[in-house]
């Protein structure tokens, strides 16, 4: 016998959700979208932007539509003072345009001091650390930028829910969800919106 709609669990506290993301800009060009399903604690330490946790809350699944995000309830406006220019000494090599490292904006001004950490891709547990993209390379300098990929655009945000599930008291308690596969849901996060948390902007 099939569940009634009105038998379908709803998304709201202690629930994980199961769902697809596109993402794309205000004149809907693609930008990013989840490569499948992905599996998230709602509003926990691997859930989404808050305009869209919102937005979900008390859908079940089948719930598909898009949303219009302005870059306040997104990844912020940029932020010009994000962007530093560094000796390239301090960092190690090989070195390339996209690679990410992680440090606090005034930690050491001193041209000698100690080589920047690549970013290993580990939320830092200093919430003024921030995330640093190699955007330009010289010979003797390195040019930086902290700002979110996406800081400054309006975003179009399409969300299919497949799938809600009562978390288990470990999943509350941790603040994430478990998928199938915990090694590969951990990879399948959507990128572009977790990320946030790691970067200037974030409404987290």
Not at 61 to 80: K, Q, R, S, T, V
Not at 169 to 190: H, I, K, M, S, T
């Amino acid at each position: 016998m099939s569940n009634s709609s009105n038998n379908a669990r709803k998304i709201g506290a202690n629930t994980v959700v199961t769902a697809e993301f596109w993402i794309s800009d205000s004149q809907g060009t693609p930008l990013d979208d989840s490569d499948g399903p992905v599996v998230f604690l709602h509003r926990g330490q691997d859930s989404l932007l808050p305009r869209l946790d919102d937005a979900i809350e008390g859908k079940e699944p089948g719930f598909d539509n898009i949303f219009h995000l302005e870059p306040e309830d997104a990844f912020g406006d940029y932020d010009a003072e994000l962007v530093r220019v560094e000796p390239r000494a301090r960092f190690p090599e090989p070195l390339e345009v996209g690679m990410q490292f992680e440090g606090v904006p005034g930690d050491d001004d001193d041209e000698d001091g100690p080589l920047v950490t690549e970013d290993d891709g580990e939320l830092s547990d200093d919430e003024d650390a921030l995330v640093f993209t190699v955007t330009d390379l010289a010979e003797d300098r390195v040019v930086l930028d902290a700002n979110h990929p996406y800081a400054g655009m309006a975003l179009r945000v399409r969300i299919k829910v497949l799938d809600v599930r009562a978390a288990e008291p470990d999943e509350v308690e941790q603040g994430f969800a478990y998928g199938e596969e915990d090694e590969e849901n951990e990879e399948q996060a959507l990128d572009a919106l977790l990320d946030a948390r790691r970067r200037p902007g974030t409404l987290h």
